[in-house]
């Protein structure tokens, strides 16, 4: 009998696992089920919908019918699974009882909203489905002002996007710094100058208190000050959704996230469990830095893990998944910023000595016009003298750079390793002759 | 006593040899000398600076005064060395000795010409030096069709320099494709195709074998036939200047290129020079793919070599020259082509049986307007699984990406190491979430 597969989630984790199983699997009976409407999307590209710049059919890359037609896939939308059962191997959902000999659970995280009174009332969202990013658009047109809470990437991405339109934005943000935890607060603060010189306002070191309003949002309480707005939306980070994995007893981490196997089995009581997978922001990952634990939550990390994951379940030949680095990249406004490995913040967390080498320069030659500011940091662990982190503020051409200083750090690269062996592609349109990234690391050999 | 440094040659390696050796010795007495009447340019920059895109005051970075003043370094331009002596360890120059504790040979390179009659006649040029750039831009003027002898990567780009000052443009090449010898037949022939569609001429397989003209050019004579012009450039390679090694004896390697030592030390019948380094485009380089000699020429590797070579001659704390892949980028109408590594004909020059991955996508996410498509091939040694090579063509972003697939050539990953450990950052306005870096390299590991 051909091997039955079930996917719980219809994010990027969760359809990649059923492509790379019918990849794997010509014959496998493969059934999707999502409590979303829309599927196999990219919640980064909520803002830039928006906003307007990219189309919500675009954004929506494919539907059930097509994975049905294309790919022989069931995917039955807006549908709760209630239950699954690890040892019958079924799920229910909608009252019926399906049957499993592969279970690939990829139900994502959900934003965190902090438990304030009033996150409740009309003009309050979330960001997380296509849903809410046309809810938000809609409701936009009668409001002129903002409140975003959260100060990460997908809120100063919002809040560019909103701006652009032409309406009154205040970000919130409880930390000292925007992007906190993963970008380092130097340079944290020349994004935050530079969505200052567009309009945008910032309130930090403020937890948001209370959501006020009479039905509808009327203004946000943060530190003891109100802020009046039409529209409100958190943007305050995303917790793993675990209520059917604890439901089905699997190991949670330090992190609270699954425990994963490379293979991408998931663990009970210590013990892997063949029939059952895990995919995407519900999974404590291996740092590729340092011994430990790490959360990476990002598109691509669910994509690599979903296709592992699938291909496993479908019994296709073995597939591993390994630690990660966790690249990261976001356009805000007219400047990339981007990180990779371990900021300054997440070091001390493993407990590491830290030095840093930066340097600044251009994308292009200095005679060649159209070059952009570049501005590249990296970061060192004293004792080993290991690249562990870098972070990039660009006008272009950051994510490149990013990637190849994310391979160093995978590869365990010193320091005086990446300087004596490290090369770099130079053309004046696109690169000085010796990149910012290689300066930086010089720089760094110094304070070593 | 101050230590003396000679220096000759003031191209990328010779100048940043100077300025190390000043950052590793405060009181050094640093000379250079030198041919040329400009000096620390790129000779990468002169095709933009003839289109005029770049001015050749700003390609030329910095003048002899300025290294004078701020850095204390002397630079005797247009001037000859008429001699080394190894043993009295002197130079002479303009009938004058000069006494060395240090000397860095950084020659270069110079454009081979084939011995063909009528490579003297009048507005028949070379491009190696700002000096050429401007008699070529000069010469121009009065013309309206040009032969440019070789398709490499600079004789492509003045082909489209040229071509978009709105000349009658024809590339004459022996070998049967554009770029011959780094990219691979099936790229060339794709960059090929769209510079025949801005109206430029190829004809290939045809070996130069005449110059005519009364006094100055009127045409060339290629594989029998005769192609009218005004002006002709040759653009056919550049070889290594060993005029001054071989009179000291250096010891030249099967590739026609200095031998040194990892800290750039010349060898002299087997015999480490102690006191003499070596930079630039003279330079036989140790491959980071394979065991094995390579030559590198690039401006990059320039800058690389005389950084290590000027500070050890200037007795720095000791630094190393690593192998090298060789990482380029050429910016071709409006393609990028990028690669790394052995192509495929390299990699038959080593004995090596290769698999190949290819991959096509877009250099955004599909819904994110202005995704310029993104061509990635990599290569493998079928043995060992280790990627040797990779090319990218590209609208934008191939340098980051060549960049990074150098990384991990240098680090020796297998494909299936690559596919398990590579990230790849990703945002909708930079990349698609998985990139297609990544995609060619799963393609490459189902053909291993």
Known sequence: MARRIIVIGSGAAGMSAASAARKA???????????????????????WGIEGRSGWDEIVMHTPEFYEKERNIKVVTRTRVESVDGDAKTVTADGQTYPYDALVIATGGRVFVPPVPGADLANVFVVRTVRDGKDIQAALKDVDSVVIGGAGVIGLELAVAIREMGKDVTVIEMMDQVIPRIADKDMADEIQEHLESKGIKFVMKAPIQAVNGDGEVSSVTAAGQEYPCGLMIFATGVRAN?????????????????????????YRRGR?????????????????????????????TAVRQGLVAGNNAAGGEKKLFGPVASPWVSVIGDKQIAGTGLSLGLASWYGIDTATGSASGLTRARYYPGGKELRVKVIADRTTHRIVGAQIIAGEEATGRIDWLTSAIVNGMTAEDFLMRSENAYCPPTSMVRDVVIAAVEDLCRQL
Chains 1, 2 share one sequence.
């Open 25 to 47: 699997s010509s014959d496998a009976q493969i059934t999707v089920f999502t409590e979303d409407e829309d599927i196999a999307y990219s919640p980064c590209a909520i803002p």
């Open 242 to 266: 675990l209520d059917i994995p604890k439901a089905l007893g699997l190991d949670v981490g330090q992190l609270n996230a699954l425990i994963a196997a490379p293979t991408l089995n998931a």
């Open 272 to 300: 892997l469990v063949p029939d059952v997978y895990v995919a995407g922001d519900l999974v404590q990952c291996e740092s590729a830095v340092m011994p430990g634990a790490t959360m990476s939550q990002l598109g691509s």
